[in-house]
């Protein structure tokens, strides 16, 4: 039976436990990690075998992709071992951006293979070569597709689950691999039916188009973490659970910046206080806002919070109902949104100025 243990959030005992819990995290990252390169490893070996037996450039395009997923996988492997190491002098926010650096050879490796594809596709409309043995590649490519959705299905939950860019990299690239042996399927029992040769290489063509287009796609979304480019549904979560646990002392909070370090995030802002709040009244406001966003994402949250004293110009818009200090009467509430918590200004009554047309 498992006893449950009620800490405090200063206790030793808390920060201890919580390292346990990331450290398990992250072994079980590994350990799912291991599973689909081994798997993986398997599967390349098994659609070459189909492409040496049938001379598809179809199978040889999904084969391809496999090289990539075995490439991919093993650094990825390598990106969650080191981002699993704890802070140290020379990384005091952890190892964890590894990961953006992971996806992003990912990605660069599957443009090249898209690219390959397209290439040896194009050519053999040309140079055509004749196909045999299809039914086998059917069977052959059919049971790797299935496999690869599993894996990817899995990897993916994971990694949406734990927050880790390279699972989910690793488990969008055995999906988009999975549809491709689908879509495969039916282009290869088409030629299959029809003996019309050159219809493997417009489908390897297609095929080739669409894993560039999902290696794209991964190289931009890596790059957009290595370069700490603004997550706006990031932002507009954490805009959503501040307005849901919104205090009358906090007047505002502008100046919200996030930053990804791999599974962990960093957050700053500055936070508007009544002025004459005592230095440990202010302190226990500010442990409030990071209690909220800590329990909202799982205590993988690093926040440095600023404190402003509040203005005159700020009592317009304070609803504090017992402020003893208040130099005019309550306007009106400032809804909180992406545009006015990213701002690096304080609220008021003037009009807004949106800081891009993304934000709303």
């Not at 009244?281 to 690093?302: L, P, R, S, T």
């Not at 700020?314 to 609803?319: E, L, Q």
Request: some cysteine.
């Amino acid at each position: 039976m498992v006893q449950s243990v009620n800490l405090e959030p200063n206790d030793p005992h808390t920060v201890v436990w919580e390292n346990q819990t990331d450290h398990l995290v992250q072994q079980q990252n590994i350990r799912y990690q291991a599973w689909i390169l081994v798997a993986g490893t398997l599967l390349l070996a098994g659609k070459f075998a189909a492409y040496f037996l049938t001379q598809s450039n179809a199978i040889l395009s999904d084969a391809l992709e496999s090289i990539v997923n075995v490439s991919a996988g093993a650094f990825a492997l390598f990106s969650l071992v080191y981002a699993a190491r704890p802070e140290d002098e020379n990384h005091p926010y952890g190892h964890g951006k590894i990961e953006f650096i992971s996806a992003s050879i990912e990605g660069a490796l599957i443009v090249l293979a898209g690219m390959g594809i397209v290439v040896k596709a194009g050519y053999n409309l040309i140079h055509p070569q004749e196909l045999q043995r299809l039914d086998l590649g059917i069977w052959i490519t059919a049971g790797a597709g299935a496999v690869n959705y599993l894996l990817g299905y899995l990897a993916e939950q994971r990694g949406n689950r734990v927050d880790s860019m390279a699972l989910r990299a690793s488990g969008k690239h055995l999906k988009s691999d999975a549809w491709t042996s689908l879509g495969l399927l039916g282009g290869i029992a088409l030629v299959y039916l029809t003996g019309v040769v050159w219809l493997d290489n417009v489908l390897a063509l297609g095929f080739g188009g669409y894993i560039l287009w999902i290696g794209v796609g991964i190289l931009r979304q890596s790059l957009a973490g290595i370069m700490d480019e603004a997550d706006y549904q990031l932002i507009k979560r954490i805009v959503k659970i501040l307005n849901q646990h919104r205090h009358e002392n906090w007047v505002d909070i502008h100046k919200l910046r996030t930053i990804k370090f791999g599974s962990r995030l960093h957050i700053d802002s500055h936070l508007t206080l009544p002025w004459y709040l005592s230095v440990q009244e202010a302190h226990d406001e500010v442990d409030a806002i990071q209690e909220v966003i800590n329990e909202a994402f799982g205590k993988q949250v690093e926040m440095f919070v600023h404190v402003d004293p509040c203005l005159p110009s700020s009592c317009p818009i304070c609803t504090k109902a017992d402020c003893p200090q208040r130099k005019a009467e309550f306007q009106k509430r400032i809804e909180w949104r992406m545009r006015n918590l990213m701002a690096d200004a304080r609220h008021g009554l003037d009009p807004e100025t949106p800081i891009s047309s993304t934000y709303s």
